[in-house]
């Protein structure tokens, strides 16, 4: 009896061999397998084979040495055209000979078509039948997120934000970013267009680089197509780039305008006076601020009693829109005296950002002095020899008061309450 026999072709496109794998003739399940295609593309002039993918040359051969057979060539439901279609539709095999019988699939739609191609062989009374299927897929690709917030930037510091894109169908996508024009030299991307393999994801990395305070909020145009192009752009997503890009400006006022540093004057050995530094936040947003002391120069200047001789209070917070008193207290141990010596540090800082934005040191100088004085005469007071009744006689006790500031005292009788007194030095 005439046969048929039925060997798919060895013509495909190097483009789709790596991502068709299942593309083929199965013949454990006697299945002709188209694999994955995209679908919606178009069917004009398809005989001309402009997709190479979207067609099997099958070759029907008669093995048999004696009469020609004639074959039918149909699909069991599939007459129109709605996704299978071959050519010849009937053919006549010479013994011992081969004709070609081509075999489209165009699915229209993302999910699987299944059909059966039959082939009627001359009186055979069983027409052999294999199963033809394919999958559409359609050129998509999933974002994780719909927009980049750089939120607040300070200048010069870079800060980067990632884009995930997904491919979850069985082809690979391409893609394109648009619109990068509009953010400026300052945002950079580094991958602006590529393509995604099957089931597989690409991340993308925008770079922000603010060179100037600014509020920025543009929009990027993700265009989906396939590789080859031949569909154009099948799907878009619109990702939005939101950032605020400021410039830190901190302002530390000393009590004394022009001072280049904190003017303590002379103080007394273990007085303490409380002088006030104001910390001003000229910036957009909010700053972190914390107070740093400066341990060599402070062991230097006061020695290893240093850590009980200053104090600064708050020594950190967040620096807002009203301004921060810094109240710095000074009281030394002992006679000394220093000068510019640096105190303290006030650094600045965005949360953001790992390191301080600016650093202001704070300098003083002080001297501490004893409270110094001398007594005339210096042995006490001697009124000599004096005769009954010579009245009142007076002599003068001179207190001289050899310090820079006031000098306190009082006179008291030895075992009891005496008058008291208070001058001015001098």
């Given at each position: 009896a005439a046969a048929a026999a039925v060997a798919t072709s060895t013509t495909a496109t190097t483009a789709n061999v790596g991502v068709l794998l299942r593309r083929g003739f199965h013949t454990s399940s006697e299945t002709l397998e188209f694999g994955a295609l995209w679908c919606g593309r178009s069917r004009d002039n398809y005989k001309a084979v402009r997709f190479p993918e979207n067609c099997f040359e099958l070759t029907l051969h008669n093995p048999s040495q004696g009469a020609a057979i004639d074959v039918v060539c149909e699909f069991e439901n599939d007459s129109n055209f709605t996704t299978f279609a071959l050519e010849p539709e009937q053919v006549r095999v010479e013994a011992g000979q081969s004709a070609p019988l081509r075999v489209w699939a165009y699915p229209k739609a993302a999910h699987e078509y299944t059909d059966k191609l039959v082939l009627k062989v001359g009186q055979n009374p069983l027409p052999l039948v294999y199963k033809v299927h394919v999958e559409g897929c359609e050129p998509v690709l999933e974002v994780d997120k719909k927009q980049l917030a750089f939120d607040k930037l300070v200048l010069q510091h870079p800060a980067t934000r990632t884009l995930t894109l997904t491919n979850k169908t069985k082809l690979p996508v391409a893609f394109t970013l648009t619109g990068m024009d509009q953010l400026g030299p300052e945002f950079t991307f580094d991958t602006p267009a590529a393509t995604v393999q099957p089931r597989s994801s690409c991340t993308l990395t925008l770079t922000y680089l603010p060179t100037k305070p600014q509020a920025v909020k543009k929009l990027l145009r993700l265009e989906v197509s396939d590789v080859d192009k031949v569909m154009g752009i099948v799907h878009t997503e619109n990702i939005t780039v939101t950032g605020d890009a400021y410039d830190v400006a901190v302002e530390l006022s000393l009590p004394k305008a022009g001072d280049l540093g904190l003017e303590y004057d002379v103080l007394r050995v273990q007085e303490e006076r409380v002088?006030?530094?104001?910390?001003?936040?000229?910036?957009?947003?909010?700053?972190?601020?914390?107070?740093?002391?400066?341990?060599?120069?402070?062991?230097?200047?006061?020695?290893?009693?240093?850590?009980?001789?200053?104090?600064?209070?708050?020594?950190?917070?967040?620096?807002?829109?009203?301004?921060?008193?810094?109240?710095?207290?000074?009281?030394?141990?002992?006679?000394?005296?220093?000068?510019?010596?640096?105190?303290?540090?006030?650094?600045?800082?965005?949360?953001?950002?790992?390191?301080?934005?600016?650093?202001?040191?704070?300098?003083?100088?002080?001297?501490?002095?004893?409270?110094q004085f001398a007594l005339y005469p210096p042995t006490g007071l001697d009124f000599g020899a004096l005769a009954v009744g010579s009245g009142r006689q007076t002599r003068e006790l001179t207190i001289e008061n050899k310090s820079p500031f006031e000098l306190r005292f009082a006179f008291q009788r030895p075992g009891g309450a005496g008058n008291a007194a208070v001058s001015a030095g001098g």
């Open positions: 002088l006030t530094c104001i910390l001003k936040n000229r910036s957009k947003f909010d700053l972190e601020y914390k107070v740093v002391l400066n341990e060599a120069g402070l062991l230097a200047a006061m020695g290893k009693q240093w850590r009980s001789c200053l104090a600064v209070t708050p020594d950190a917070g967040v620096l807002g829109d009203k301004p921060v008193l810094l109240k710095v207290a000074l009281r030394l141990p002992r006679e000394m005296a220093f000068k510019m010596c640096q105190l303290f540090t006030c650094e600045v800082r965005d949360s953001q950002v790992p390191h301080p934005l600016a650093c202001l040191p704070v300098h003083a100088t002080a001297r501490a002095l004893y409270t």
